[in-house]
């Protein structure tokens, strides 16, 4: 009776969310705070995504939040993403997971996108040569998932939004919720849903929309009036399923260890202003020691020139080193990726996890 309430409660949550969240490519372009889609993690992109049923710790804070309920204990995160490789675009990231108690955790980041110094023009400077400015973009996310079951877990996360120039800025706040479930004799099958991004509209303020003007021999300070836009919400469904070769379970924990590990993941995500997307990814670990992993993203119209309305417009890779550190289970981790794009270089991230 238990297995089929919990395959029952995810049925109706997914015919909800369905029902309720559709996507419209016909309001591309209509939402702002875009940073909000950029993963700024390096695992996970090596998968383009594709693993929202399945990512763990910290990470999940971006894909799905209630993956950061499989933090074991302690995890600190920091990770670098080129964006746009050689156009001087950087996102930098860190954060740290905790435990609370035996089926909660807290997680906190924060993710800057840096652009660089930028030269100040005006009407009668278009060439600049006045100072420059740097434009910033920061997140700040605070998330808590807890395990309900040994099948289900859930999870909620609230960010901080803030961007702007010299003279203008702009502030929100969004909300993600997530679901995971999981089933299967090992564990090996997993399905997630996980909305993201809502939250009320945002607009910018500041002295960049104003100016003096003088009428009638007197001055007067004139502000013009700016369009609030919505930030741009999501809906993830995806599942994965892991092979084992070789595997042994703890003693102790209970963990599968295995020689290698297959795991097929796939992620449908339905976007509030723009195309529907599909993602595919596979990942290959060895002795959870070494994992290579791929990834793609599939939406309408990607193939031609004409129609494709992203630039993440091809294959994604990336692998990760995990170095046992003690007897307890602490480890440090490496991850990179890479997602091309067209045009320009594509994306890498580099990242170093430590699981204490």
Avoid: C
Wanted: no cysteine; glycine share 12%.
């Amino acid at each position: 009776m238990k297995r089929i309430f919990n395959t029952s409660f995810i049925v109706a949550l997914v015919a909800l969310s369905t029902s309720s969240f559709a996507g419209n490519k016909d309001r591309a372009g209509q939402a702002g705070a875009n940073q909000l889609l950029i993963n700024p993690w390096a695992r996970s992109s090596g998968w383009a995504g594709a693993n929202s049923a399945s990512v763990t710790g910290l990470e999940a804070t971006y894909t799905n939040i209630a993956g950061l309920a499989f933090t074991p204990k302690t995890e600190i995160m920091f990770a670098n993403t080129s964006w746009f490789a050689g156009s001087g675009i950087n996102v930098q990231s860190f954060g740290l997971s905790q435990r609370v108690g035996e089926t909660g955790v807290l997680g906190l980041s924060v993710q800057n996108m840096n652009f660089g110094d930028i030269d100040i023009t005006t009407e009668d400077l278009p060439e600049g040569g006045i100072g420059t400015f740097a434009p910033k973009l920061t997140t700040i996310n605070l998330g808590y998932a807890k395990e309900f079951s040994n099948s289900i877990y859930g999870g909620l996360g609230v960010k901080v939004i803030s961007e702007g120039i010299s003279n203008a800025k702009a502030s929100g706040i969004a909300f993600d919720m997530g679901v995971r479930y999981v089933t299967g004799e090992k564990d090996q099958v997993k399905f997630g849903i996980a909305l993201k991004n809502v939250g009320p509209k945002m607009n910018y303020a500041g002295d960049g929309f104003s100016y003096t003007t003088t009428i009638d021999e007197e001055e007067f300070t004139v502000e013009w009036r700016t369009e609030a836009y919505e930030l741009p919400a999501l809906l993830n469904i995806g599942g994965s399923y892991d092979f084992y070769v070789g595997e042994s379970v703890d003693s102790v924990s209970g963990d599968i260890k295995s020689m290698h590990r297959i795991t097929a993941a796939g992620n449908f995500t339905s976007n509030s202003f723009g195309k529907d997307q599909i993602r595919f990814g596979l990942e290959y670990g060895f002795r959870q020691l070494v994992m290579f992993r791929a990834g793609y993203l599939y939406e309408e119209g990607i193939f031609s020139l004409d129609t494709r309305t992203t630039f993440n417009a091809g294959p994604t890779a990336g692998l990760t080193f995990q170095v046992p550190l003690n007897k307890n289970g602490s480890t440090l981790d490496i991850d990179y990726a890479y997602r091309s794009t067209n045009p320009m270089r594509g994306h890498h991230s580099v990242g170093i996890r430590v699981n204490l």
